[in-house]
């Protein structure tokens, strides 16, 4: 921020919890237990993190503009199991931590407990 000047852009594109979804929610926590940087949080909590004088000019839903769901997911069907925790003796191989953290994610987008955003910031005088 302090490298903008006035009226600069600052361009991000990631995953945001969807309001009123709690953080105690079984596949959120999983989620953040095996996403290699668990990082997760609402557009307006992303927001109030920004630096003073840095304002929300535009937010878009890149999840829902791009069918990421119907085209990644298959319109979730079918929906993706739990994988078994990675403490448990029913653990596979492949199950290893990022292969859980897309699990998760897919399962979050399906559910609509997660959303893929792009947000756009400018700098005010």
Known sequence: EQHLRSGGLIVVIDDFL?????????????????????????????????????????????GAQYDVVGRNYGNGRPMPERPADPQSDSQKPKEHQAWRGTVFRKRLMILKKMEYRLLVFRKEA
């Open 18 to 62: 969807v309001p009123g979804n709690s953080g105690d929610d079984p596949d959120i926590l999983d989620f953040k237990t095996s996403w290699i940087l668990p990082s997760l949080t609402t557009v307006q909590g992303f927001q109030d993190a920004m630096p003073t004088g840095m304002r929300l000019v535009h937010s878009l839903d890149v």
